[in-house]
């Protein structure tokens, strides 16, 4: 038997170079690959379609938003209901909140009202932040101020405005204040915004570093790269120092002080032949701190749901189909035996109950599906791996494929082919029988082998392969 381990997937190399054809529905681990989860809902339906969620948390207190065109939701822990929390009167129709937390303060933005807030000790619905709060597109939390970006509904869209020191509710510039604002002159329009020790603006040609200097200016502004900038503000995550983001002409991780191209010969191609360009505006992206992975949501040219999935610790990606609309990092609330019955019964929950979800306080992969919250905690997708052209000798004849994958079974298919102009047919699956083994008969000069993970497996590794040499004529 000859050992074949799963590799790197990088769809924008031909299949003869070694690397796999497909990693679909998985993720990327140290040694190959593990399974994605379905995502199951979570909460009850709002009443109007949700595009995106946020949870703040500040000593016991945990509260789970979400927001919607014209409102804001509160996830009641005891009913899964999302309750209608927005200030009185509701919001201007817009195509997303973006959230941030200032010490017991929930700040969201959405470009078209001003600044609003929920005080996680007392608050029981969202309030103007303050009278010269800005309304902004962005906002985040860098060192103690809370800054925004891209400022009036699109009238300064390459602004960038602070807070006073610790004040999240002083935005006037003055003498006795430390509240100010700063044009982005060179770059474009502002089209993100991170924080932390230092802020990241991400402009469309352009990005700058934002460290706090002290009077009279307060900020420094550092242009750390010019000409390629973020295109969609929904591919901009951030965990730690690092920003990822999708540029023009690919994906990026920045940690403040220079850019890596994570997709470069990987996946950029990939994703800018296989994403419906009309549809980047939809994008979303988040983290799953868990497994060390970014996953960017899209809408592909099938007008699918698409994710593309990368290990940022062994700088792997994978390919990913679901069902949902928003991607996002949810810290959920404990549970009491109680409040699962809200949830369903024991048969309907498809959460299992080994679940972080349950366990209350921990992040977890989240979303939102129509007008539900949902988490990534479902059963195992329905996963396939892909070699690429596997050249054993001149001709050769496959004859047993055993698939080296932990927990559960794998099934096996085979496509083989005298020449590499010749199409790729993939065989009936052959089914792994009591010895671990799929029998296959496929002669060629090359070959591709995918494998079809079933059950409650942990990890794909590899296969074992049997053939033999088959004479020419």
Known sequence: MQRINLGEWTPDQPGISGSLTTATNVVPQQVGYGPFPAASVYSSAASETLHSSFAGVYGSTLVLFAGGATKLFKFNDLTTALADVSKSGGYTSNTGWEFCQFGNIVIAANDEDVLQAW???SSTAFADLSASAPVAKFVTVVRDFVVAANIGSGTNPSKVQWSDLNDET????????????QEMS???NVTGLTGGEFGLVLMERAIARMTYSGSPY???FDIISRGLGCIEPGSVTQYGQTTFFLSDNGFYACNGQTLEPIGAEKVDRFFLNDADQTALSQ???TIDPLRKLVIWEYRDN???SSLLIYNWQVKRWSYAITDADYLSTATTPGLTLEALDAFGTVDSITTSFDSRVWVGGKATLAGIRDNAI????????GAEIATGDIELSQNSVVTVIKPIVDQGSCDAQIASRRGLNDDVNYSATSVQNSDGRCPVRSAGRFHRIKLLPTGDWTAAVSMDIEAATQGGR
């Open 283 to 285: 994008m979303s992206a």
């Open 374 to 381: 949902i988490t990534f905690s479902g059963t195992n997708t």
């Open 302 to 304: 099938n007008q699918n």
């Open 186 to 188: 060179d770059g474009g």
């Open 170 to 181: 002083d935005w006037t510039s003055g003498a006795t204040s430390q509240a100010d604002y």
């Open 218 to 220: 307060f900020f420094q």
């Open 119 to 121: 005080n996680l000790t």
